[in-house]
């Protein structure tokens, strides 16, 4: 049977094909343009990245602390992003911890001490952010040896993290006097390897290890130290037990761990006297009269007297 006349013109009849758009020029342009601004800022965030390791270790080498503001300033820059600061500080830690075995750690607030202090860290309503960081290490124990992370100023660190300790293990304050003390003990209370004994205090207290506090509100002039921030971070309570089972030598055993973590736990209460205030509170509770601090300090400074002269 053949096929019709109708069916064989249907079946030649040719099916018409579907045409592709062209691809516009602009469309093009677009996607090339999105690529190489994907591009362009993977670059910036690495240049960012760098510098913010240079300028993290410039500042350790300095011992001054890394702020935010400098960041801004130094790093991002004025095209800076909003949000490409977390970015970039993240990069920048996993530079600083896979390269250089180092970490920025932020530094805690300074201990407010006096009474003005106090009362203004109440009304603040600001991020308890201090926006500074320091550079510390990372390395395990087992390698934080003075073979590896030899100090060119060892004698400075050795200082320093004694004078630290020593006002750790005083509860957190120490009036200059018993300082100057414990410094004659040491043999250090006019001069050091460092420097003058005063011109050390000086650079401890810029360095951020110690803080100065004064007071004039018993009508005599009392100056007490507490700990810094960057004290409280490099030192801390490990370092000072650190410090003193190493005076001890191989006698040390868990008494004196005890001891060591009681004479700490002192420094964590809020100090008892209060600077820059009508009275102290301490010395008003107990019915202490005026001075009677000061004539007890040098009385036991005749005393260490009369020992040394022993």
Known sequence: MHPTEDETDSDSTPRPTRRRSPVSEDDSVDAASDVDGEEDVDTNQEQQVKKMVRLALACEHRRSEIRRADIAEKVLGSTGRRGAFNKVFEKTQEQLQQVFGMEMTELPAKEKVTIAQKRAAQKSSTSSSTKSWIVTSTLPPTFRTADILSAPDSSYVALYTFIVSTILLS??????????????????????????????????????????????????????YVVGPRGRVEVGEEGVAGLVKSVYGDTADEELNKRIQRSLALS?????????????????????????????????EVEDDESDEE
Request: glycine fraction near 8%.
């Open 171 to 224: 509860g957190g304050q120490l009036p200059s006097s018993k300082l100057e003390r414990y410094l004659r003990r040491a043999n250090a209370d006019e001069t050091t390897p460092v420097a003058a004994t005063d011109k050390l205090i000086q650079r401890l207290c810029k360095d951020g290890y110690i803080i100065r506090v004064k007071d004039t509100s018993s009508g005599e002039e009392m100056i007490d």
């Open 268 to 300: 964590r209460r809020e100090p008892e006297r209060v600077v820059n205030g009508n009275a102290r509170e301490a010395e008003k509770k107990k019915g202490r009269p005026k001075g009677r601090r000061r004539n007890e300090e040098e009385a036991a």
